[in-house]
């Protein structure tokens, strides 16, 4: 067998970064004054005499070392001359020296090798890489998340390309790909994460600019595509995008912890908006309806409803809501003329959900004639495969007119916020038996039963979230509690305080559940059962807030009754509720401040119920192990409020 023989590595820089050594070939004269062969043998020359210590390539390969720096035969072969200090050291001539024998092998100074395979001196002109804890990246995250994420940004990772790779004369000589084990792995390393390119650590505005494309964007997605927008954003052709851009800004941080820049970025963007130079544009009315959103889920319902009559009052005098808008704003790119359709539709449902839930206005767009072609679906606008267009009255007529068509999500959406406002425009419904009752439970019914088979839930065909869908749901559920609650026989009164979105609605109670207490109660419920789709809740736009809250108020009418049969599932209904309110908090200030007064409320009643469970009267009928797992339920349940209290209290009142 032929012995091993290392490829040559390359020549390792000095520490002044140039090359310690230049040779051109081997065997021409070094900076030693030492000429050297191919094979590493010295030529003719004297000996050198005996030093002190050796480097280690040559004491890898057990050869005599001439002990300069570098050494000869390290100079030869274009390797790093590294030398360490010996344990024993360097103790001169014994003081009972033996007649030299030349033909005696002398041990070598060098201690026992214990070092890893990565820093063995068998490999030539290697030199062991210590990584102390300072060269580690810090990992900092602002906020986690799956897939593209706008964060965490780590630190660069040091440079891997000064550090010589070799092979172990042990392994397999190559892998399948005919690269080197060792280096084959390495080598994609370094591929992959070179440090010229390395991106940059993000600023914080562009942090803000990534969130709101992350977490924001599928709740109301009318603005751009991110790929589009950034690109029109590079032309330059449309000056107003900047007030846009201040607008995502503006939402985005409230995705990101930071501090006080959020309040500049809302002074910023409502300063770009109102400029007497801005152009009133759709652009304009994008960017309002941005920070109107951030607004009403910061609790600040006065100052969002102005900036929606403005954007309603604006939208109307540009002709937002006609057809020929898109198609003579849209600079003939299909993307850009449907975000303007999407952007009239957008508005529309904003309006019918502020009217739902807030009931301080009457959804007024309700009311404005509009042609505007539907949306199309998601994935169709991202990637920019925009279909024929379909029509409301398309829509309206698809079970009659006998074609095939099939309708996006989003026009779901619109029907469901449609609904909303045929019933607000009814008259008043003062009796259980008032037929206009019948005509719009008929539209909400209609809205479910005809559901196509992939519109039925939240998620698409791949397991993602439908954000389009999910509104579209909870919007019918919330119409069927607002029709029903009033004319049930669930006393609202204990819930009183539960006014963080609307003002309380008394409702008397009754002896017996009708109709109208099962439609309210049924629907509440299935609020309940959204919390526990497999998506994540801060991706739900904050409108979910209110509705949760509208569900929450029903539970704990029904819980502070004395007798029900299934309590310990509404125990659960709350607890899944109050749960949500909490993750939601972690953003949305209207969420915090629900959260706050559902559970000031579930513990009153708790404590209500307790002091019943004082009189003996109360435990008639109740077998022992019924009172057991009735007071072990209120314990649990209290437990759980305690928890959640823990985490949200903080961040609720720390809250600017």
Aim: glycine letters at 6%; proline letters at 8%.
């Amino acid at each position: 067998m032929e012995p091993y023989s290392p490829e040559a590595p390359q020549q390792p820089p000095s520490s002044s970064g140039s090359p310690a050594v230049s040779s051109d070939s081997p065997g021409t004269a070094t900076s030693s004054g030492i000429s050297a062969t191919n094979d590493g043998r010295h030529s003719q020359q004297a000996a050198p005499p005996s030093v002190p210590a050796a480097c280690l390539a040559c004491r890898g390969k057990h050869l005599k070392c001439d002990g300069l720096i570098p050494c000869g035969r390290c100079t030869s072969s274009s390797s790093e001359c590294v030398y360490i200090a010996s344990r024993r050291g360097y103790k001169g001539p014994g003081r009972n020296k033996v007649p030299h024998n030349p033909h005696k092998r002398h041990a070598s100074s060098s201690p026992p090798y214990v070092g890893g395979a990565d820093s063995c001196p068998m490999l030539l002109g290697h030199s062991s890489v210590s990584v102390g804890a300072s060269g580690i990246p810090a990992f900092n995250p602002a906020f986690v998340m799956p897939e593209q994420s706008p964060g965490p940004y780590v630190a660069n990772t040091p440079a891997m390309s000064s550090v010589s790779l070799f092979r172990s004369p042990f392994a397999p000589s190559m892998a399948p790909n005919g690269m080197a084990p060792n280096g084959m792995a390495l080598a994609t390393v370094a591929a992959a994460a070179p440090p010229a390119q390395q991106p940059p650590a993000l600023t914080l505005p562009e942090r803000c600019f990534d969130a709101f494309y992350h977490y924001f964007h599928g709740a109301h997605p009318f603005v751009l595509p991110k790929a589009y927008f950034l690109q029109l954003l590079k032309d330059g052709t449309s000056p107003n995008l900047e007030v846009v851009m201040a607008a995502m800004r503006y939402v985005g941080s409230l995705f990101v912890d930071c501090g006080p820049a959020r309040a500049t970025y809302l002074d910023e963007a409502l300063r770009l908006c109102y400029l007497p130079t801005t152009p009133k544009d759709g652009f304009l009315i994008q960017a309002l309806m941005l920070i109107m959103l951030g607004l009403d889920g910061s609790c600040e319902l006065g100052r969002a409803r102005e900036l929606l009559a403005d954007c309603e009052r604006l939208a109307v005098e540009i002709d937002l809501n006609k057809r020929e808008f898109a198609t003579l704003r849209g600079q003939s790119n299909p993307v850009m003329e449907e975000s303007w359709r999407r952007t009239w539709w957008d508005l529309y449902v904003i309006d019918g959900m502020i009217a739902g839930v807030h009931r301080a206005t009457n959804f007024l767009l309700y009311d404005i004639p509009a042609d505007v072609g539907l949306p199309c679906e998601e994935h169709q606008y991202r990637s920019g495969r925009i279909p024929p267009l379909c029509t409301m009255e398309d829509f309206d007529d698809q079970l009659f007119s006998g074609e095939e068509r099939e309708f996006s999500s989003f026009a779901y959406r619109i029907s469901a916020i449609r609904n909303l406002g045929r019933m607000m425009r009814m008259p008043n419904m003062g009796f259980p038996d008032d037929e206009n009752i019948a005509r719009v439970e008929a539209l909400l019914t209609n809205w479910r039963i005809h559901l196509p088979d992939n519109k039925r839930d939240d998620l698409t065909k791949n397991c993602k979230l439908d954000e389009m869908m999910f509104q579209a749901h909870f919007i019918n559920y919330a119409c069927t509690i607002m029709l029903h609650q009033p004319l049930s026989q669930l006393d609202t009164s204990p819930a009183s305080a539960v006014n963080s979105c609307a003002p309380h609605r008394p409702v008397q109670t009754g002896d017996h559940f009708n109709a109208h207490t099962r439609h309210t109660i049924t629907a509440a419920c299935e609020v309940s059962k959204m919390v526990t789709q497999a998506v994540p809740l801060m991706h739900h736009t904050h409108f979910f807030t209110c509705v949760v809250t509208l569900s929450s108020i029903v539970h704990l009418s029904k819980w502070a009754l004395y007798f029900i049969d299934d309590e310990e599932d509404l125990r659960q209904q709350i607890r899944l509720n109050i749960g949500a309110l909490s993750k939601l908090s972690k953003v949305w200030k209207s969420a915090g401040r629900a959260w706050g007064q559902v559970k000031g409320v579930a513990q009153d009643i708790y404590r209500e119920k307790k002091a019943h469970q004082i009189s003996p009267t109360f435990w008639v009928g109740f077998t022992q192990e019924q009172m057991i797992n009735s007071i072990n339920a209120d314990e649990g349940i209290m437990s759980d409020f305690n928890i959640l209290g823990a985490q949200v209290v903080h961040q609720v009142t720390q809250a600017p």
